[in-house]
């Protein structure tokens, strides 16, 4: 089984505070022999606005030495596991989570932001403190 990343109890807190319920930790990906693990799996059968809505998260920290290391890291993983899910289970969404520090000393620089938006990549940020979600990208 992976480790977990060392936000992933605060990331979980706040999707389950946040109304929704956590279906896998973590969810396990199959394509042909090849297995993957993405962090958790949660569903929101009932807010409007997220009616039924399923999800995968995969949870970074970022508190590496580089920053950029990491980011290539954590891309990598979240298109693999987007392609999979494409083919596997259409239905879900995946979102990379990440603290809201990093999210606002990482995330909203231009250069950044010019990936992220490029390639769609969906984000959560986290107050790991009081285990809020205080964004959402799309």
């Known amino acids: 089984m992976p480790r977990t990343d060392a936000i992933h109890n605060a990331v979980k807190n706040a999707l389950i505070r946040d109304g929704w319920t956590i279906t896998d ?7 042909g022999r090849l297995r993957l693990y993405a962090d958790l ?3 929101h059968p009932f807010a409007a606005e997220r009616d039924g809505r399923r999800i995968v998260v995969e949870v970074k920290s970022f508190a590496g030495k580089s920053f950029i290391k990491e980011l290539e890291g954590a891309l990598g993983q979240y298109f693999i596991y987007l392609a999979y899910l494409e083919q596997i289970d259409p239905s879900r969404r995946i979102y990379l989570a990440i603290s809201e520090a990093v999210y606002k000393r990482f995330f909203l620089r231009e250069e950044i932001r010019l990936v992220m938006d490029r390639f769609q990549v969906a984000l ?7 285990e809020v979600i205080t964004q959402w990208t799309n």
């Open 25 to 31: 930790d973590p969810l396990t990906i199959r394509r």
């Open 41 to 43: 799996a949660a569903e």
């Open 124 to 130: 959560i940020a986290v107050n790991l403190e009081s």
